[in-house]
């Protein structure tokens, strides 16, 4: 039979990062299963383009300079930059609050590559894992930036459906209907897409034994 994708809840009560066997997974891989890689968001990466820090920083900075050139020609230059200050100052927090929570997203979470699947272990406050076999993907889209730092969004198969609130922002932006779990801002992405191709087009081409009744019957996976 094949796997099919499924998301993993933590149970409540205890920290779950303590139990993990290996970092990342929420237990043992099958004997014969090889991890090729795993990773994490960058988070710098992560706070600009899931977050639009740099969006949020122009914002404010643009409310200063309008606050300021309002009223430059109305008062002294100290009290028309001390109007202004105050949108300095909200943005700086704002911006720090994006920047901690892409951090702490960051840290957070363990993305997974071996030759059978994607394991996705992500989440801040609720930690959930994602258990994605190459047998249900469909297909892998790479955004790469210039910085090689890159997002792999995975289309997957059948009836599964996950939440994209649940999922953010570890997925394909604006994809809600059918929501693409992705591999957000990992760095040296295309290798990663390369390694993750390879290994998908030959575990999907791999044929399995399986036992029906008292014969043995030779199906793809």
Known sequence: MSQKPYAQAPA???????????????????QGEQILWQGRPDWWTLACEALWLKWVASYFGLLALWRFGSLVDLMP??????AALPFVLLGLFVCGLLALV??????ATVYTVTDARV???????LTVTLNLPY??????????RRSGTGTIALETLGDTKLSYLVCWPHVRPWHMKRTQPALRCIPEAER????LAEAAEARVARPTVARAGHANAVAAE
């Open 12 to 30: 409540h009560g205890h920290d779950d990062f303590e139990i993990e066997p290996i970092e990342g997974l929420p237990e043992r891989p099958p």
């Open 77 to 82: 230059l100290g009290r028309a930059i001390g």
């Open 102 to 107: 892409a951090y702490a997203q960051a840290r």
């Open 119 to 125: 394991v996705m272990r992500i989440g801040a406050a």
């Open 135 to 144: 047998t249900q993907v469909g297909n892998a889209m790479l955004d790469l």
């Open 192 to 195: 990663v897409a390369e390694m």
